[in-house]
């Protein structure tokens, strides 16, 4: 059964951020969120993860909620290369070779 | 950037034919996994590698299918009887076994058509 709740699309525009939501109410203490995108039936890549700090990198930044129940995905100036479904993952990653199972994720289209 | 390669990006066979998918996963890393997408469906999870070892299975990995590790570079997936419900795309990844854990790095994948 799915850990997270993701809405199934969202619209952003060339240059704005883009800001994609996931529900793990249930995440335990020990579960990192990760974030990984789909391009167009390409393999998934890996975006970021965290535990409860908030994480930036290149691509993105996640922001975690103090309770650990939500987080956001932010891609601070979004381009048209990153039209793509992005998934939410909870996992115990201190458990190396775990496997990571995918939702239905949330389709983000960016238009000019 | 090191990258998780996957031969061939397309294959067609016809049903109860064998098939073998490889994957050269990148060399550092220890785990190894096969997943596929049925067109228009989820991501699914079907089975992880580690030590020689199958680590982890999913349900849909049944006697049929099987993995290996048969050199220091090469991760395949066999199936054995291909079924049309088989017909997906397949991609392996791979990953360290970070304290912290990390990111899997997935191939571009191969699109198995079954006819």
């Not at chain 1, 381009?79 to 070779?97: F, K, M, N, P, W």
């Not at chain 2, 785990?31 to 992880?48: P, T």
């Not at chain 2, 590698?49 to 099987?66: G, T």
């Amino acid at each position: 059964d799915a850990k997270t709740t993701q809405p199934p699309s969202m619209d952003c525009a060339e240059g704005r951020a883009a800001n994609l939501p996931c529900n793990h109410s249930t995440i335990s203490g020990n579960e990192y969120v990760y974030w990984y995108r789909q391009i167009h039936s390409q393999g998934p890549q890996y975006i970021i993860h965290g535990l409860k700090n908030n994480e930036t990198n290149e691509m993105a930044s996640l922001i975690i909620t103090e309770d650990r129940k939500s987080s956001t995905l932010i891609l601070p100036h979004a381009t048209l290369r990153d039209t793509a479904v992005y998934y939410c993952i909870v996992r115990e990653s201190y458990q190396a070779g775990t496997a990571l199972i995918f939702g239905k994720g949330t389709t983000l289209s960016v238009s000019s | 950037e090191p990258e998780v390669t996957q031969t061939p990006s397309h294959q067609v066979t016809q049903m109860g034919q064998e098939v073998i998918l490889r994957c050269v996963p990148i060399s550092n890393h220890l785990y190894f996994y096969w997943y596929r997408q049925i067109l228009g469906q989820k991501v699914e999870f079907l089975v992880s590698f580690y030590n020689n070892e199958i680590s982890e299975k999913s349900e849909i990995f049944d006697d049929q299918f099987s993995v290996e590790r048969p050199d220091g570079s090469n991760f395949t997936l066999k199936i054995r009887s291909t079924k049309l419900e088989d017909s997906a795309m397949y991609f392996c990844a791979s990953s360290e076994a970070l304290p912290g854990g990390g990111g899997y790095t997935f191939g571009s994948g191969t699109r198995l058509t079954v006819v």
